[in-house]
């Protein structure tokens, strides 16, 4: 009853009802050399950390251990964050769970909490004035999982006014753990392609990102099912891809489609898109390096015959971040392409696996795509 | 590292990814007598419960005591709870926080857990087959907060290919604590929309959603401001509005236009519709009785010529809960307004402060508004 005590209260007296219940207060405070206080009420917890999720220089540290004030509130001033976005997590004597008063995002399987460090100066990142373009979900019947799926779709800004027109579509996947929610809540789709379709460095078009899981409900535990067991080509090439080119003004051909995706999303893109070189004419891979890489056999064998290849593929973009445990592989699948002669474009910045080099992928790799 | 370890294990051993990381795990088990299983991984806690937040038969009790099992998991098989939304929290040691194996919603000013109990059978809100409506987050300008806004906009099925239709609006609010999502993922507007519109039950129609906390940037503090600083209406008249007739296929005039929220939203309906009567005719109140109800003076005085309000307002709908703890203030005000003749809609149905009910509101009111 104390609970709908409180809401009655906050219902009859309203001032209160925005001080204590505003959106906006879901963000800890970040100071002016983006160091970040946090602060957990565990009045009875003896030891009390945040566990960064990312490299140590992500938040200054791999993990912090909170003090406890006399008010009973524990808290901690991290290092100075770098700019960008960094999942993270406390630690209550070892049970681990979100920050109950930091934004949440769909991440490591579960909702996790998410730091938006800002950067010194306006970014490619940052949203500007209108027109700004629109992020739909779009629910559809799939055979392949009976199941109703939800898949998130980016289209430009005018899209909605200017009804002749019709528009190259890039399939775009989020990583393991992550879900059709990624791409817009922590990579920030929208501002990026926003500000690069009104600077005319990129193609408007529309991106359609859908889960990269699409389980077998036939698997031996559907709610758990194995790889094998992932029905996402099946899904994207039969199910998704029809739905959108019935629903939304897309130019039609293989010139007008691109996959890409970041992490396992690379991998599904690559394969995905070179077993189906009739629907797809470019193909990103941002932060998928594999160490087995094998030029020879890579991918249905993809790369054996170069004149196909080059035949078929406008674009083959690869990206890695220099501090990325999996940038050692990136790095050796593009020496053996440059090697063979493949043609496909090697972008290197600074950064790990984390969403700030993969919102530098997609701002590089959207001026390549669907371009003459 | 060793975060990156197992991230690099994940990608490397595709089978994991799928087994460890979908999203599908992503809710406690409820068996066929809709008894949940809450499981924590707290080892070194003394004492975990789980807080039902609604009434206390959502969940069967209003908390539950967690057993610690040899294996360190504590765990609790709840009572039978009722079909429907229920907010839930856990609490650990004192420290309440969300469910890290729970879905998580926009509620009580944060991330909370929330439960989904099913029906026995099929129900108003479980999704049929196509066509389905689309759900689009538009993001927009706004000189009232001086901020980017999103509002999400429902848009019927068959929107985006009957491109000479028209539709009439519908702005719909949520409750305090909530935020514009609520409408969608709680309350599934969608998938009852669909069916009523499938059903010929309900005029297809554009439902729009934005958030009801509207703070002026000269408030004292802006990331907390009081009541007296929320720009809600001002944002809605003058930039919402246009925003939404500028970039949808929108009806024009009052005739076309409703507004209606619950609780918190329910406040903000009659008191900006009612305001607005040039703009709309129509106004819904879901669980948003006010004990201090007075017939002379509520919402401007617009109860005292009849002839007036009857002229103008073609519905005035107002729905409560018998077991809310607005139901008697609700009561009293249908009661006043029936006692002078001003004609509306009363429903009363089983069910609290709870979205159970106020979907069941949408329903309801969905086929009464935009009608001949």
Known sequence: MSRLLLFSLLYLFPPFIL???SQLMNSPPIDSENRVTLTVNAPNAKEVKVINLSDTDAMGAAEYSLSKGEDGIWSVQTNPCRPGFHYYNLSIDGFECADPKSQLYFGWGKWTSGLEVPEPTPSFY?????PKGEV????????ATNT????LIYTPPGYRSQTGVKYPVLYLQHGAGESELGWTMQGK???IMDNLIAEGKA??????????YAADPASSNPSRPEAKDNRFEENLINELMPAVEANYRTLTGRKYRAIAGLSMGAGQAQRVGFAHLD???AIGAFS???RDFDIETAFGGIFQDEDYFHKQVDLYWIGCGEQDFLYEGAKMQHLALAGKGIQHEWHVMQGSHEWQVWRRHLYEFAQKVFQP
Chains 1, 2 share one sequence.
């Open 189 to 191: 789709v929208n501002v």
């Open 288 to 290: 998928g390096g594999a």
């Open 136 to 143: 739909t979900t779009h629910w559809y019947s799939s055979s």
């Open 148 to 151: 109703t799926r939800k898949c």
């Open 19 to 21: 001080a204590g219940f």
């Open 203 to 212: 193609k408007p078009m529309i991106i359609v990102m859908d889960n990269g």
């Open 279 to 281: 629907l797809f004419s």
């Open 126 to 130: 940052t949203p500007r004035g209108e």
